[in-house]
């Protein structure tokens, strides 16, 4: 097989024939070919014996890349997500899923798959795009940039400070019709970081009545009756010395909600000797644990990416107090809608993202964009990273501008 040619420069049509490979949707008959082809990449497990009755995720669209005999020979998943950007929702094109056929690998499926994504996620409406990766090679070389760390850590139960239960406040487990008001809590929390997902739309929908299956617990601490935080975690099995307690979502809006939970996951420690909790950087919860204890169990890399650099600005949220205008031309070979000079003022919370005649001093690379807007890098350590070229006598500071916001984090993994 050649190898693949992507169009660059021009925008590419709606499905394409490149060489003798097409990007299209996968349609429901062909779907049960890219499970077995997300098994066998993935490692998922056998064969199950009767397979599932094929139905697309709601939420989600497949691509597929099919040879001239209609095989398939690569997948890749845009999940139609929305993240949290400073209180406002940004649409995303959270990607995932992505799997190339051994034997078709190192010939530009993946890319080719990529970029129609991209174009694809453009068109319904989508402005920025993140994704966990297990190799970054193939998503750099398309424009998304690594810009943070899921990270799952272990504390010794042992180690966590044993409250005495305060009297203010009340702790019971919660059940299916509690979910409301945590996912409320969830979404409070969530709102005004950067890069949460929103955990609504029809990828979250979830039968009412009951919690979700990979859940064994919910412990919720509520004050007059109002939620105040919650432990969402799973039990895992024996109660030896590899008793594990995973805590998937471990959220309080008050410190002394922080502080209860603290103590009810204290109280696991003969049964369940370490903890695996997901972190939010700084949150109330973080205050109250032993962090100087914590050993990494797991870091999950994500990287990010604009879809369409005018509606990632403009969608968003900006701090309130930051005012200010720059010039730049941005370089996005796969996505060349993005190409060009602009100029980004911010002012009142808001910022708008316009074409400009003015030839530009500062020349940054879409995945520099990446890590600016996720404001996980100054604009001269970008410029460091070859990133971000300057004219000469220009200092790159200027463009801090599109950093200016907290750091993106993310809670979820896809
Ligand atoms: C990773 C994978 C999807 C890449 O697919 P592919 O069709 O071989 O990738 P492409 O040929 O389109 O390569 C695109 C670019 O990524 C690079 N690349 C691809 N796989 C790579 C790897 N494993 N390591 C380093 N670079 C890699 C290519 O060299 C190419 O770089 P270039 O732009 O500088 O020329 C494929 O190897 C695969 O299915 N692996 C198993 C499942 C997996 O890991 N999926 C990714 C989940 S996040």
């Known amino acids: 097989m050649d190898r693949i040619q992507v169009p660059r420069g ?35 497990g056998p064969r199950p014996v009767s397979p599932p009755e094929p139905a697309a995720v709601p939420g989600s669209l497949r691509y597929g890349a099919f040879d001239a005999d209609g095989r398939l020979l690569g997948s890749a998943i845009d999940r139609h997500q929305e993240q949290w950007w400073s209180g406002r929702r940004v649409a995303s094109a959270d990607v995932a899923g992505v799997a190339v056929l051994p034997e078709a690998r190192g010939r ?37 940039e690594a810009t943070g760390v899921l990270r799952t850590v272990e504390l010794a139960t042992a180690s966590l400070p044993r409250h005495r239960p305060s009297p203010d406040l009340s702790v019971r487990p919660g059940e299916p019709a509690d979910l409301p008001a945590v996912a409320q809590l969830y979404q409070q929390v ?17 039968p009412a009545d009951a919690l979700p299956e990979w859940l064994d617990g919910l412990t919720l601490v509520e004050d007059g ?15 030896d010395a ?3 307690l995973t805590v998937h979502d471990l959220l309080a809006t008050t410190g002394a909600a922080a502080r209860e939970l ?19 950087a700084h949150d109330a919860v973080a205050a109250h644990l032993p962090l100087e204890r914590a050993r990494e169990y797991r870091q999950q890399v994500w990287m990010h990416r604009p879809v369409d650099v005018v509606r990632a600005v403009e969608s968003r949220g900006w701090p309130p107090y930051i005012r200010g205008t720059v010039d730049f031309a941005v370089d996005d ?13 911010v002012a009142d ?26 404001g996980v890098a100054q604009a001269v350590t970008v410029a460091g990273a070859g990133l971000l070229r300057c004219a000469a006598g220009q200092h790159p500071a200027a463009l801090d501008l599109l950093g200016a916001g907290p750091a993106a984090q993310l809670l979820n993994y896809f």
């Open 108 to 144: 530009g499926v993946a890319r080719a798959l990529l970029v129609e994504l991209l174009r694809g996620a453009r068109e319904r409406g989508a402005a920025v795009s993140a994704l966990y990766p297990t190799v970054a090679a193939p998503y750099r070389s398309c424009g998304w």
């Open 349 to 374: 919370g808001a910022a708008e993202l316009r074409r400009s005649t003015e030839e530009p001093a500062l020349h940054l690379h879409v995945r520099g964009f990446g890590l600016l807007y996720s």
């Open 190 to 206: 969530a709102r005004y970081r950067c890069g949460m997902l929103t955990r609504d739309g029809a990828l979250f929908d979830r």
């Open 225 to 239: 009756g109002r939620l105040v935080g919650y432990a969402a975690w799973q039990r895992g099995s024996g109660y």
């Open 10 to 44: 021009g925008v590419t049509p709606p499905l394409y024939m490149l060489g003798r490979v097409e990007i299209r949707e996968v349609q429901v008959d062909e779907l049960p070919a890219a499970w077995e082809l997300g098994r066998l990449a993935f490692g998922s």
């Open 333 to 345: 070979p796969h996505a060349p809608w993005n190409t060009g000079a602009w100029r980004l003022e």
């Open 262 to 280: 603290v103590g009810v996951l204290a109280s696991w420690q003969s049964v369940a000797p370490t903890l695996r909790l997901r972190l939010l």
């Open 242 to 244: 590899s008793g594990v």
